[in-house]
């Protein structure tokens, strides 16, 4: 089930269809949700309490990870239905084409956006561990953080100057906040483990996942960045 849960951890249920949500992603305006079941992706629809399968016209292969765009018009996603995991992308409207926007030898998957349309995205576990790429609007896909360990839940600051992601590089996944342009001014926010790191809407907090606790901590970037000690916010087993 999908519920939706308030600073002081009191929950209400999304309606939606009895089934297995796997992913749930929320667009930009807090208006709609991209579920993910069985390798479907949905659109619900939180005011007229409709869901509405994105990609009606791909009946094979997997569709996850979507990631809805910065204007909230269109959703990103991964899928294999042409042979690798391929990115793509379409209307949530329904109308128009998926459109495919980035083919690689390996599998990729997005993460998230930039205001200004950069789209980041973690490669397939390589030798090189999981990478974590950056696709500027119009530009060429590179290389942003790569250092032999898993690194996920690649997501952009609302002002588009830093990534939060979470790393195994200590030897257990811990979040980290680094500038997009300077790799040397990183820090890790999270203390006893972490994953899953969602910005507020004005950049000033990043929540984080610590085992089935939400934690919370305060971000600053004045002569560098910085975050305060996390603190717990609730525990209520999502």
């Known amino acids: 089930s999908v519920v939706i849960v308030d600073r002081q951890g009191q929950s209400k249920p ?3 269809p009895e089934s297995e949500v796997q ?22 629809d939180l005011e007229r309490g409709t869901t509405t399968p994105l990609t009606p016209e791909i009946t094979t292969g997997n569709k996850q990870q979507p990631v809805w765009s910065p ?8 899928s294999n239905y042409e042979g690798n995991g391929d990115i793509y992308s379409k209307p949530v409207s329904g109308a128009g ?32 561990g999981t990478e974590l790429w950056i696709l500027p609007p119009g530009g060429e896909a ?8 898993q690194n996920n839940d690649a997501k952009f600051s609302p002002d588009g100057h830093f ?10 996944s811990e979040v980290y906040i680094q500038s997009c ?18 910005w507020s809407p004005n950049g000033k907090q990043l ?27 609730f525990d209520g087993g999502w």
């Open 142 to 149: 590179r290389v942003w953080l790569s250092n032999g360990s």
């Open 97 to 128: 084409s998926v459109t495919p926007l980035l083919k690689l030898p390996l599998d990729q998957f997005p993460t998230g956006y930039a205001s200004d349309g950069t789209l980041l995205f973690q490669t397939v576990e390589t030798k090189n």
């Open 181 to 198: 342009d300077n790799a040397a001014d990183r820090v890790q926010v999270s203390a006893a483990g972490g994953s899953v790191p969602v």
């Open 23 to 44: 992913e749930a992603h929320v667009s930009p305006d807090g208006h709609r949700i991209a579920t993910v079941t069985e390798g479907v992706i949905n659109i619900v």
């Open 163 to 172: 990534v939060a992601y979470s790393s195994n590089i200590s030897g257990r």
């Open 207 to 233: 929540l984080f996942r610590q085992g089935n606790v939400l934690m919370e901590t305060a971000i600053g970037n004045t002569g560098g960045l910085s975050a305060t000690a996390p603190v717990r916010l």
């Open 14 to 16: 999304v309606s939606i």
């Open 71 to 78: 204007d909230g018009r269109s959703v990103t996603f991964a």
